[in-house]
């Protein structure tokens, strides 16, 4: 059974820093782009940063470049979401999600394979 499992969420004050953690099980997913989104209330669910499972290429969204790094660690099959300098318009439940396509990561979120469950990350003014 395919798990992605995040953690990491809660709250912090503007200009302060959360890192997020999303474990991967149940498959193989060498070859697989892993990817955080964010939905906030009223909003669409939206791409944040990529990687892929070597972890030679990564994708930002603009909103979050210079703030935001993805990483992975291949032992633990973990990938990571380091964010920094949050604030408020930050807040929202963030997701991980993996797909063996960039296109369908790029392009999502509709058709990717795997979702977690998400978790909240509130930022305080």
């Known amino acids: 059974q395919v798990q992605l499992v995040e953690s990491g969420g809660g709250l912090v004050q503007a200009g302060g820093s959360l890192r997020l953690s999303c474990a991967a099980s149940g498959r193989t997913f060498s070859g697989y782009i892993m990817g955080w989104f964010r939905q906030a209330p009223g909003k669409e669910r939206s791409l944040l940063a990529a990687i892929n499972w070597s972890g030679g290429i990564t994708h930002y969204a603009d909103s979050v470049k210079g703030r935001f790094t993805i990483s992975k660690d291949n032992a633990d099959n973990t990938v990571y979401l380091q964010m920094n300098s949050l604030k408020p318009e930050d807040t929202a439940v963030y997701y991980c999600?993996?797909?063996?396509?960039?296109?369908?990561?790029?392009?999502?979120?509709?058709?990717?394979?795997?979702w977690g469950q998400g978790t909240q990350v509130t930022v305080s003014s």
């Open positions: 999600a993996a797909d063996p396509l960039w296109a369908k990561i790029l392009r999502g979120p509709t058709g990717i394979n795997y």
